[in-house]
């Protein structure tokens, strides 16, 4: 059965960061069903095991496909690969999963790792968001999903459990700015669904082992927002469990 076949008939996903953590396990998950292709997303295919190994009991339809997010010519070339994956088919989803943290404070702030952050938590889903959006426009739902964090929040920053106030600036004020790009975007595309979206604190390698959250029960809330959201929720920055979050 050739891939255009299958994802003719099937919601079609793509994934950054999609080789461990919460990436990984929305691509578990959406593959339990035979209704969903996902193209899975991560900087090195060849050495992302626990991804590949999903292809032994998926019932969707699973693509790997090469992406650094700091690395526009990479962005710039994958709408390519999807369209030839796709078969002639729209995206339907796009959520943006892939990030970096790097711990500094205010009056830590090194330059490099600030850039570095901008440009992958940021820079890289607006341009890829913009890069997919004939895709998108093809798609049936037209739903974009940025990851970002309850550290994105001005307000409520400071009462995100793990850490301090002060912590993780670079990284926080690349979840604000990512959260403006979605606002943004509902703005200019009233007809998508654009989210940004707080998975919480999840036991991952970037949450660490003390988290709260199991990845397992985060991502299946963060599905069930994504695929109950309307353009009535475009522009909405929520939690996994679909509570709103202030700006």
């Known amino acids: 059965m050739s891939s255009a076949t299958t994802a003719a008939r099937q919601t079609t996903w793509l994934i950054t960061g999609a080789s461990r953590g919460i990436g990984l396990e929305l691509v578990r998950q959406l593959l339990a069903s035979p209704s969903n292709t996902v193209i899975a997303a991560c900087r090195t295919p060849s050495t992302a095991s626990a991804l590949a190994a999903l292809k032994d009991t998926a019932k969707g339809t699973l693509h790997v496909v090469q992406l650094d997010m700091a690395d526009f010519e990479s962005i710039r070339v994958l709408p390519g690969v999807l369209a030839r994956i796709l078969g002639g088919q729209g995206l339907d989803y796009l ?40 895709l998108l426009d093809a798609g049936a739902r037209k739903t974009v999903l940025n990851v970002s964090s309850g550290l994105g929040s001005i307000a409520g920053a400071d009462k995100v459990p793990g850490t301090g106030p002060r912590a993780v600036a670079s990284y926080s004020m690349s979840k604000a700015a990512l959260n403006m790009f979605t606002y943004k975007l509902k703005m200019e ?59």
């Open 189 to 247: 595309k009233p007809e998508w669904v654009a989210i940004t979206l707080a998975p919480g604190w999840v036991k991952t390698d970037l949450g660490g082992a003390d988290a709260a959250l199991e990845v397992a029960d985060s991502v299946k809330g963060i599905l069930k927002v994504v695929m109950e959201a309307t353009v009535a929720d475009s522009g909405k920055y929520l939690r996994w469990d679909g509570e709103v979050l202030p700006w």
């Open 95 to 134: 959520i943006n999963n892939a990030g970096i943290l790097k711990g500094d404070t205010p009056l830590t702030l090194d330059a490099d790792v600030l850039l570095e952050t901008l440009r992958t938590n940021t820079v890289g889903p607006a341009l890829l968001t913009a890069a997919c959006a004939p």
